[in-house]
C-alpha cells in the first residue's frame, strides 16, 4: 500500500486550502540543465500553490544525475521576523528520517555486525512472545505486524520528567497486540523504527543521533542535519505554522520523548544537505551498490505476494517509470523528497507548514523538466470500477457523497458527515474537471487498487480506490496532489 492519505484524514488538510502571500527570496544560480521557459514555469506553480494552500516557506532543491541543477527559496521562514527562505533553511523532515534509520542498519549490516533475517527479541529482551517471528527485516518494510503509534492511551503511561531505558521503552511497545499477523501486509508502523532506532543503539554503543553523525552526516557535510532534540543552537531553523481560523499560527505544544520518536521521524536538516544524501545515494559513497538494491526491493509476504514498500522508501512508478520517495509531517513542518531513478533526476521539497501538500509541488517540478513525469492514462478494462469512482466524484464536486451500501461497513462508519463536508469543500476550488481516468491498478493483502488522474485548469491529483473481494469500497484515498 502507498503511503497514502486516506480520505477520512485527509479531509481537514483539503478543507484549508486557500491563498496567502509570501515574499522570494534571491535564487541560487541555477544549471543550463533548467532553461529560462522551465524556471519561470516552475516559480509560477510554486508561488500559486503557496498561496493555495497557505504555505510560508518553501524551499526546493532539485539534482540530474547526482549534480545539483536548481537550489531555490521561497517566502519566510519565520513570519514575523521576515526572515526569507533559501536552500540553506532547516527544516524539520518527519518520516523521511526513515531512510536514515534503515540506511544506518544497513551500514551494520554492511559492516557484518548484524543480519536483516535475526528476530528483533535477540536484542530486546522485554519484547512479548508474540515478537517472535518479527525480524530486522519486517521492521524495515513495515510487515512486522505492528501497530503504526503507540496511541493516546499508551503515551498517558509515559512519565515525560522520566529518563527511561532502551528496555523500558521497547516494553511499552510490547503491551500493545500486533495489527496483523507478522508478514501478511504492509502496515505503516512508527514503532517499527522507535525499535530500529534503539537497535541501532544497541549494536553500535552509540546514540542514534551520533551514529548518523560519525556515519553519514559529517563524511557527507551535512552540517545541518541532526535530532529535532538536539543540544545544538539551530538559528537558521524555520519556525512552524498551523493555518486555522483563517491565519497563520504555532502548533500545539508536542512534548518529545528523548529515544522514543528520533528513528521513525525525528531529523532536522537543510533541502541543500538533504540533496547531498541524493548524491550520495547516486554515487555510492555510504552504502555499496549492492546494499542500496536491498534499500529498494519490493516487501515480501508470507502469501507470496509483494508490497511497494522497501527499506525507508517507498517504491512507485509513473507511467511505467520507476521512482522512490517519501514524504514526511510532523507539527508545523512537511516534506517530500521523490528520486526518479531512471531519468536520474531528484525532487526535494521542504515547507513550513503542517499538513501542506508539497507533493503537488515535486509532481509538477518533475513534469516540468521531463514530460516523461506527466500523468499519462493507460488502458481501461473495467470501465464499471472507473464509472463508479467517477460517481464519487461528481457527487462530491456537486456538493454531497451518498454514502450507503456500495461501502464496506468500516468505511461507511468513518464517513461522518463533517468528513464528507471538508472533502466537498476541497471541490469547491478546484475547477471543471477537464481530464479523468485510470493510470495504474494492482492488488494487495485481498484489495483490488485503482490509481485515477483528475485534472482541471489549475489542479492535478491522483485518487486511489480501494475494493475488498466482495467490490465493496474499502477507501477512497489522495495518492498524490
Not at 58 to 87: F, M, W
Not at 160 to 165: F, P
Request: glycine residues 8%; contains cysteine; hydrophobic residues 45%.
Amino acid at each position: 500500500m502507498k503511503q497514502q492519505l486516506v480520505l477520512v484524514s485527509a479531509l481537514s488538510l483539503l478543507a484549508a486550502c486557500g491563498g496567502s502571500s509570501h515574499t522570494d527570496a534571491p535564487p541560487v544560480a541555477s544549471a543550463p540543465a533548467i532553461s529560462a521557459t522551465q524556471l519561470s514555469q516552475i516559480d509560477e506553480f510554486v508561488k500559486a500553490q503557496m498561496d493555495k494552500q497557505h504555505m510560508p516557506g518553501v524551499s526546493i532543491v532539485v539534482t540530474k544525475d547526482g549534480k545539483p541543477i536548481l537550489e531555490r527559496g521561497y517566502g519566510l521562514a519565520n513570519v514575523a521576523a521576515k526572515a526569507s527562505v533559501t536552500p540553506d533553511t532547516v527544516f524539520h523532515i518527519g518520516s523521511i528520517t526513515k531512510q536514515f534509520t534503515a540506511a544506518a542498519i544497513m551500514l551494520l549490516v554492511q559492516d557484518g555486525r548484524i543480519t536483516l533475517d535475526q528476530p528483533v527479541s535477540m536484542y530486546f529482551p522485554s519484547a512479548p512472545a508474540s515478537w517472535k517471528n518479527i525480524t530486522i527485516r519486517r521492521l524495515l518494510n513495515h510487515t512486522s505486524g505492528l501497530r503504526r503509534d503507540f496511541g493516546i492511551e499508551m503515551l498517558q503511561q509515559i512519565d515525560l520528567n522520566k529518563v527511561y531505558t532502551i528496555d523500558e521503552l521497547v516494553g511499552f511497545a510490547g503491551q500493545l497486540p500486533l495489527d496483523a499477523p507478522t508478514g501478511a501486509a504492509e502496515s505503516y508502523s512508527n514503532i517499527g523504527y522507535h525499535l530500529l532506532g534503539f537497535l541501532i543503539q544497541k549494536v553500535s554503543g552509540q546514540y542514534y543521533a551520533d551514529f548518523l553523525q560519525s556515519r553519514i552526516f559529517k563524511p557527507l557535510g551535512m552540517s545541518s542535519a541532526d535530532v529535532i532534540l538536539t543540544s545544538r543552537p539551530t538559528p537558521a531553523l524555520a519556525t512552524g505554522y498551523v493555518w486555522a481560523n483563517g491565519a497563520l499560527q504555532a502548533p500545539s505544544t508536542d512534548d518529545r520523548i528523548p529515544g522514543l520518536f528520533e528513528g521513525e521521524g525525528g531529523l532536522q536538516m537543510s533541502a541543500h544537505d538533504l540533496a547531498k544524501w541524493d548524491v550520495a545515494l547516486t554515487s555510492g559513497q555510504i552504502l555499496s551498490a549492492a546494499v542500496q538494491q536491498q534499500m529498494w526491493t519490493p516487501a515480501q509476504l508470507t502469501d507470496g505476494t509483494s508490497a511497494n514498500y522497501g527499506f525507508g522508501w517507498v517504491l512507485d512508478q509513473i507511467n511505467n517509470h520507476p521512482f522512490t520517495w517519501h514524504n514526511g509531517a510532523l507539527n508545523g513542518y512537511t516534506a517530500q523528497f521523490a528520486r526518479h531513478t531512471h531519468e536520474g533526476l531528484s525532487v526535494i521539497v521542504l515547507d513550513n507548514l503542517d499538513s501542506a501538500a508539497p507533493v503537488r509541488i515535486s509532481t509538477r517540478i518533475s513534469a516540468i523538466l521531463n514530460p516523461d513525469l506527466d500523468w499519462a492514462l493507460t488502458s481501461d478494462t473495467e470501465p464499471a470500477v472507473t464509472s463508479l469512482m467517477r460517481s464519487l466524484i461528481d457527487q462530491v464536486a456537486a456538493g454531497a457523497l451518498v454514502v450507503d451500501d456500495r461501502f464496506t461497513p468500516a468505511a461507511k462508519a468513518a464517513l461522518t458527515p463533517a468528513l464528507v463536508a471538508g472533502y466537498v469543500d476541497y471541490f469547491k476550488d478546484f475547477g471543471a474537471i477537464e481530464k479523468f481516468g485510470l493510470i495504474d491498478k494492482s492488488s494487495a493483502n485481498g484489495m483490488r487498487e485503482y490509481r485515477y488522474l483528475l485534472r482541471s485548469a489549475s489542479e492535478t491529483v491522483t485518487l486511489g480506490l480501494r475494493l475488498d473481494a466482495n467490490g465493496k469500497v474499502a477507501s477512497v484515498s489522495i495518492v498524490s496532489e
